[in-house]
Each structure stands twice: as structure tokens, then as C-alpha cells.
């Protein structure tokens, strides 16, 4: 089966073709130009430089967030407008889990200093702007600790209460914050997962074969919190001087 997958929950944000669980191509963006102006350019070379068209991909994957209001929003339209001509599948995965399933990817990361047997907690951070943080936990696999999005000190001082200390911390939010995580723990190691698209992309074809195929307008953002548009709507905020509303 061939998918192709795109991640714009990051500045960055990449695309991956892959088939049958393996990845074919991986394109990382350019985080200094927005998702509007690379998209769907970047999908297209990328198919076009393995001699591959839109109407050759058999799934279509996206990141359905948290992460940037409006590169998610772009990344999912974009997605949905590809499959539906296509009359192709299009499935959303969470960029917590793909982060947490490209650390996983990483043998040496997950094992390095580990002992047989010991339960391992990957705690994801993503920058959520604002001195907040989408936060989630895993262990040993398993989502523990759903998302949300609060302060990195408040996160650690419920998890120091819960007695959870996890050994690894994944995510542009966790290398942001890395100083308060040291403070909270000296031994945890912080590292920064590699581009996304490829976890995306097995995320969901694993998805498509454990709940079949699922309807590209069925896809629906994960936002974790509310936009800055609607807080300043509802009067929770002002808006930030000299930035857009997301």
C-alpha cells in the first residue's frame, strides 16, 4: 500500500511516501516558508521525483494536531481535498503519538541505560506558545496521560505528587524547557524526534488495517485548547502585538 503522509503541526513540518510499513522518501520543510505557500508544491515533487502521481497513492495520512491553528488547519484541508478527488482514505493521527512512536523508532533511545524489564515513560512536549506545552505521556507503549496543555512547571509538580518521573522527554517543547526538567530531574534525557511524516504515515496504515477505512471528512482537528482568535473572541485574552491571530 502506498501512503503519503504530511505533518504541519511544526514550522518545519515534512512529507513521507512509504509502502507496506517502510519508508520510500522523506522531504523536510523549510521552516521559513509558510505552509500555505509549500502546499500541495511539496507533495507533488516529492511524488514526482519517484516518478509517482496523486492518483498512484492508496492512503493519505495526516497530522490532525495539536500544534500550529493554522498549518494543522492547512495540513487536513489540503489532505481532504487530495483524497476526496482521489476517492482515497485519509486517516488523522495525533503529533503526540507520532513524536512518541519515532522516539520509539529509535532503539537506542529507548534502551540506552535501561534495564530488562524496567517500565519505561516517554513524556512528549510540544511547544504550545504562550509558556504552555501539549503535553502527553506514555508508558511502556500505552498512552497513560492524555493531552493537554498547561505550564511545564505545572506538569512536573503533578507528576512529582504522582511520583511519575519519566526517563525521557521528546519534543521541540521538552528541548524549549529542558532547564526546568533537568531541575526536576538531573538524569532524564531530552531529545528532539526527527522529522515526522514517516511515523505518520505507519500510524495510519496500522490504523487503516485495525479500524478500516474511514472517510476523508470525517477528520476533525485535535486542538487540545481553544485558538487565540476565539479567547480574544470571548474576551480570556488580549491579542498578542505584532503577531497574527492563529
Known amino acids: 500500500m502506498l501512503v503519503l503522509a504530511l505533518d504541519t503541526t511544526t514550522r518545519q513540518g515534512s512529507v513521507a511516501l512509504a509502502r507496506d510499513g517502510g519508508t520510500l522518501a522523506l522531504y523536510a520543510g523549510d521552516a ?3 505552509h500555505g505557500v509549500r502546499l500541495p508544491g511539496d507533495l507533488v515533487r516529492l511524488l514526482d521525483a519517484h516518478g509517482l502521481r496523486i492518483a498512484d497513492v492508496e492512503l493519505f495520512a495526516v497530522a490532525a494536531g495539536p500544534g500550529s491553528f493554522t498549518g494543522m488547519r492547512i495540513g487536513i ?8 478527488a482521489n476517492r482515497k482514505s485519509l486517516v488523522g493521527i495525533s503529533a503526540l503519538d507520532a513524536i512518541h512512536d519515532a522516539v520509539r523508532s529509535q532503539p537506542l533511545a529507548l534502551s540506552s541505560g535501561a534495564a530488562v524489564g524496567t ?14 506545552v501539549f503535553s502527553a505521556l506514555y ?8 493531552a493537554l496543555a498547561d505550564k511545564p512547571a505545572d506538569i512536573l509538580g503533578r507528576w512529582a505528587h504522582q511520583k511519575i518521573r519519566p526517563g525521557l522527554y521528546a519534543g521541540d517543547g521538552a528541548v524549549l524547557y529542558q ?14 524526534p526527527p522529522a515526522l511524516a514517516p511515523s505518520i504515515a505507519a500510524l495510519a496504515e496500522a490504523a487503516l488495517r485495525e479500524r478500516g477505512a474511514s ?10 485548547r481553544r485558538s487565540d482568535a476565539e479567547l480574544v ?7 498578542r502585538v ?4 492563529e
Open 179 to 192: 532547564s526546568l526538567i533537568r531541575d526536576a530531574d538531573s538524569e532524564a534525557r531530552i531529545i528532539e
Open 215 to 224: 472517510t476523508p471528512d470525517a477528520i476533525r482537528p485535535i486542538y487540545v
Open 119 to 132: 517500565v519505561i515513560e516517554v513524556a512528549v512536549w510540544m511547544d504550545a506558545q504562550r509558556g504552555q
Open 77 to 84: 484541508a489540503t489532505m481532504q481535498g487530495l483524497a476526496l
Open 233 to 239: 473572541r470571548d474576551g480570556k485574552t488580549a491579542p
Open 32 to 34: 521559513a516558508v509558510t
Open 139 to 146: 508508558r511502556n507503549g500505552a498512552l497513560v496521560d492524555p
Open 242 to 245: 505584532g503577531t497574527a491571530l
